[in-house]
């Protein structure tokens, strides 16, 4: 579906005091793809209250400009069974209730946001804003009104799918261990479409990074809202299956929608070598700390996996920021300026050279300047387009009428 309407007011944007902001800085930076470990703020490692080994916490979020993140209830897919959602569910609740730790514990630094208004509310006061976003659908259990208790907790986007097909739609990369067909030819399942319908009607926004291109195109024909993607690259660009083709970018900005392109590794520049000695590193250090399978949120902190990926990192060498400009002027070139954002992917996989952390992100705005994006230009992509799209998200579930 066409929206067309006005952009959301960049009086909104323009609320701030202009001596409030460095004047290097956007009106608002928001980062739309943070991921969070297992233990978040249940241990001290993972305290992002105080310095830690994750690539944001607060502190890097406040040094580096970054004034909002969308912290993510993700889950691993797993079999459509009746305990394989149970255990979905519960990982989920476990996240939702670690981020209310942390914002219960730092009410003067962080603050929950449920609403653009409250975004921009958030950054007048000097405080960062957390918004909740839902990777894999998976885990609402195979019932909708899961989706209702999810916005309730502050969920405000859900990505449908992750790495492996699921209830909801078929995944841009199928697992064979899963039993997933290896080219998907099908896209929303109905319980898939269902989804989309109530998140119209609540208010979340329906986010297709990492569905199918078949999966995408009918969610752009059952959506009645704009839709977003919440960090997804360039097809023509890199050839990944993660990455969204040119017809599909021209089909989410006539949608009305955004795609937030992520700086991700894999995703900016395609390094067999790379894959290959990260895969022997895990291997390696799970092994070594006795483990049977990899778990990312405790080998990536161990220092022999430290010290293995400063070498992997000399040797393979990560994309840089000219290398994310350029997937980002592509999709601008292609959507078009009002339909592109920016994510990190942090603490999920993302970081590059150049925007390895929280800190480092005025960086990115720096690199979008020496590449001739102006001043106006940098406002939409880092956080003006993502609040249009969910204002309009907004106004559609009130014209539903069925937002709790």
């Known amino acids: 579906m066409t929206l ?5 007011s960049l009086a909104l944007l323009a609320c701030l005091p202009v001596a409030a902001m460095a004047q290097q800085d956007p009106p608002v930076t928001i980062d739309t793809h943070v991921d969070i470990p297992a233990t978040y703020m249940r241990t001290a490692q993972f305290d992002v209250g105080k310095d830690t080994p994750l690539r944001v916490d607060l502190g890097k979020m406040e040094r580096g400009g970054l004034n909002a993140a969308f912290f993510i209830i993700y889950v691993e897919q797993g079999p459509l069974t009746k305990a394989g959602y149970a255990k979905a569910l519960a990982q989920a609740t476990q996240k939702y209730d670690d981020i209310d730790l942390m914002l219960t514990k730092y009410p003067d630094r962080i603050r929950l946001a449920r ?4 975004v921009m509310a958030n950054r007048k006061a000097g405080v960062l804003s957390a918004m909740i976003g839902i990777e894999n659908g998976y885990s609402l259990g195979h019932q909708l009104g899961n989706l209702d208790k999810a916005f309730a907790r502050g969920a405000r986007y859900i990505g449908i799918t992750h790495v492996g097909n699921n209830d909801l739609c078929t995944s841009s990369m ?3 261990d899963l039993g997933d067909a290896p080219l998907a030819e099908t896209g929303l399942t109905p319980f898939g479409h269902s989804v989309v319908t109530r998140a119209n009607q609540l208010g979340i926004m329906v986010d297709v990074s990492h569905s199918s291109d078949a999966c995408v195109r009918d969610v752009l024909k059952a959506t009645k809202a704009p839709i977003i993607a919440s960090h997804s690259g360039a097809h023509a660009i890199v050839n990944h299956p ?6 599909l970018l021209r089909a989410i ?9 992520v700086a991700y590794k894999g995703f900016l520049k395609l390094d067999p070598g790379r894959e290959l000695a990260e895969k022997a ?3 390696q250090v799970t092994k070594a700390a006795g483990d049977k399978q990899y778990d990312s949120d405790k080998i990536d902190f161990l220092p022999a996996y430290v010290e293995g ?3 992997i990192d000399a040797a393979f060498p990560l994309p840089n920021l000219d290398d994310y400009i350029k997937q980002i002027r592509h999709m601008v070139g292609v959507a078009g300026i009002d339909h592109v954002g920016l994510a990190s992917d942090f603490d999920g996989g993302g970081g590059i050279d150049g925007w390895q952390n929280a800190e480092q992100t005025r960086n990115v705005t720096e690199a979008l300047r ?3 994006f102006s001043d106006d230009d940098i406002a939409k992509l880092w956080g003006g387009n993502l609040l249009r799209v969910w204002k309009q998200v907004d106004d559609v579930a009130a014209k539903e009428g069925k937002n709790p």
Do not use: F, I, S, Y
């Open 370 to 372: 020496k590449h001739g």
């Open 115 to 118: 609403t653009p208004e409250q």
């Open 242 to 247: 993660r990455n969204l083709p040119d017809d």
């Open 281 to 283: 590193l895990a291997a």
């Open 4 to 8: 067309r309407r006005p952009a959301l």
């Open 253 to 261: 900005a006539q949608n009305g929608g955004v795609v937030q392109a």
């Open 174 to 176: 199928p697992e064979a």
């Open 309 to 311: 990926m400063r070498k």
